[in-house]
């Protein structure tokens, strides 16, 4: 494993992805970011080695490097999913990669249901924790040691700081942030009415089908993260609706222009 990634690190580098000073995986239907910064070098994912492919259709599959006031930037825009048929590793390689080109910290945004009734369709919620309830974790096999220790520590998976940051982003623009745990199924299906319910009473605040093998990957190597939750379908078994993709989409792009504020905002003023 550490061989392609150190393949995979020479390579980007070798084609002007240089010093980035933040990571950004962007979810489901969340990829207009990219319109916001100065773009400088972008690669298909079929065209990295030893990079997976996203095969999920509102998923774009392209890494960009670009910048954004005085920060670079690397951002993935689009992620890998278990549903895929990919394995926890192959899930979060990237995120080992963008740590040995040199990222300091790491954000990350996906497309969830909202379990806790407060939160309506394009809300926006921080994660605080998490929950795993995926069949498995990128940390199983034989330990990396160059980029982490065996059992690293979980109590603060998303940084404290950063976290704080993004409250006063969203205070400054007047943007309701909600702050909550978020729960990781396999999917591709949407939950039942029962499996709400269960979700729920363990728990969490949202659902969604990504992002926590790539936070347990981040703490590992040490690096910070935060993470913002856009929901985009309400899931209350008592009053549940048919799943309908476009709306699922329309939220998703309704939400995503307070989520960008939030990021740009984040990478301008954070301190590094």
Do not use: W
Not at 65 to 72: I, K, P, S
Not at 130 to 141: D, E, F, T
Not at 200 to 214: C, F, L, N
């Amino acid at each position: 494993m550490m061989e392609k990634i150190k393949e995979t690190v020479q390579f980007l580098k070798d084609n002007g992805f240089t010093n980035p000073d933040i990571g950004i995986v962007l979810g489901s239907g969340l990829g207009k970011f990219a319109e916001r910064i100065e773009v400088v070098r972008e690669l298909e994912y079929d065209h990295i080695p030893n990079f997976p492919i996203s095969t999920v259709e509102f998923h774009r599959g392209k890494l960009i490097y670009g910048r954004l006031g005085d920060r670079n930037l690397m951002l993935m825009q689009g992620r890998f999913h278990y549903y895929e048929g990919y394995s926890f590793q192959q899930l979060t390689f990237p995120v080992r990669v963008m740590k040995l080109l040199g990222i300091k910290y790491l954000l990350l945004s996906n497309a969830c249901g909202a379990l806790n009734p407060k939160m309506k369709k394009a809300s926006l919620m921080l994660i605080d924790d998490h929950i795993n309830l995926l069949p498995g974790n990128p940390l199983i096999g034989k330990n990396l040691d160059e980029m982490g220790p065996r059992f690293p520590d979980m109590s603060q998976p998303y940084n404290l700081e950063m976290n704080r940051k993004f409250h006063q982003i969203a205070d400054i623009n007047q943007i309701e942030l909600f702050e909550g745990v978020y729960v990781a199924v396999p999917g591709p299906n949407l939950e039942t009415r029962a499996e709400y319910r269960f979700l729920r009473g363990i728990g969490a605040d949202v659902v969604g089908m990504s992002t926590v093998p790539e936070v347990i990957v981040a703490n590992q190597i040490g690096l910070p993260c935060a993470a913002i939750s856009v929901v985009t379908d309400e899931c209350d078994p008592d009053h549940l609706e048919v799943a309908n993709i476009n709306d699922i989409l329309a939220n998703a792009a309704k939400a995503e222009i307070k989520l960008n504020q939030l990021f740009e905002g984040f990478i301008r003023g954070y301190e590094i």
